[in-house]
């Protein structure tokens, strides 16, 4: 297993579309290993193939709060195929640090997914795991938490994060 580096917002390739995975081989399980291992010790509550610099329809998701067992989640090919309810929570990114804001989702969802072995799954969910399925499957087609917040909020959130960049790069040079 092995960390992998977290791509971070303006990145153009959290802006691409994932291809599907057709090859179910080491290399997949590998890397939703690797996956598993960079949201853990983020620590992030999922994590999507982009947002390592790899173009395919990955992601891992474990929601569960501190006091519950794991919930670890590898959804190859995922797709909602359900939704219903409205909810508006706030939500954060491993790729956009530092910024949260609310983004209108359903409350309730069915993911259906392949495993790392090409089986076919469904999950059903509300909560915590029902945004992060929508969130992470946003990913997978260059959609970002931020790309689905209204213009004006888009471009307060634009002017933040930018400032906050440079602010990062000149206590880097200082
Ligand atoms: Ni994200």
Redesign the pocket.
Known sequence: MALREILHYPDPVLKQKSLPVTEFDDELKQLAEDMVETMYDAPGV?L?AP?VGVLKRVIVLDCSAKDEPEDLLIAVNPEIIAGEGDSCEEEG???VPGFWAGVPRYSRATMRYQDVEGNTHERQADGLLAIGMQ??ID?LEGI??VDRLSPLKRSMFKKKYLKMLKEREEENEA
Do not use: M, R
């Open positions: 999922g999507a947002q990114c491993l790729s969130h992470e990913h970002l938490f």
